[in-house]
């Protein structure tokens, strides 16, 4: 019923760096958490980051940290996932994702809408 909307995915190579983008059209989460969550094939949906609704707070899974960076705009109702250093292990669907609760989680089923995801591809 929300459809979230990732975008900048793509293929590059291991050492690159993509920024993925996630907007919500026709709907405002500025007061909820946002997170980003990933899957590769054969495995669960994987933690990756979050944020919570003022941008002050932010949470990492240890594969990334010190690589990718979360970040929002909420005069523009957009996450963003700056991932540098890329590894072929990143290579997964990636997908955003808001929580409704105010608390915040890393748990994929914790999250209330998410969208189509877009592939990352990192080759060696």
């Known amino acids: 019923q929300v459809q979230l909307v990732e975008s900048g995915g793509g293929l590059v190579q291991a050492g690159g760096s993509l920024r993925l983008s996630c907007a919500a059209p026709?709907?405002?989460?500025?007061?909820?958490?946002r997170g980003w969550f990933r899957q590769a094939p054969g495995k669960e949906r994987e933690f990756v980051a979050a944020?919570?609704?003022?941008?002050?707070?932010?949470q990492y899974a240890d594969s990334v940290k010190g690589r990718f960076a979360i970040s929002r705009d909420n005069a523009k109702n957009t996450v963003y996932l700056q991932m540098n250093s890329l590894k072929p292990e990143d290579t997964a669907v990636y997908y955003c994702?808001?929580?409704?609760?105010?608390?915040?989680?890393?748990?994929?089923?914790?999250?209330?809408?998410w969208g189509q995801g877009t592939q990352v591809t990192v080759s060696s």
């Open positions: 944020i919570d609704w003022s941008g002050g707070s932010t």
């Open positions: 994702a808001v929580r409704t609760r105010y608390r915040g989680s890393t748990t994929a089923g914790a999250y209330d809408y």
């Open positions: 026709g709907r405002t989460f500025s007061t909820y958490n």
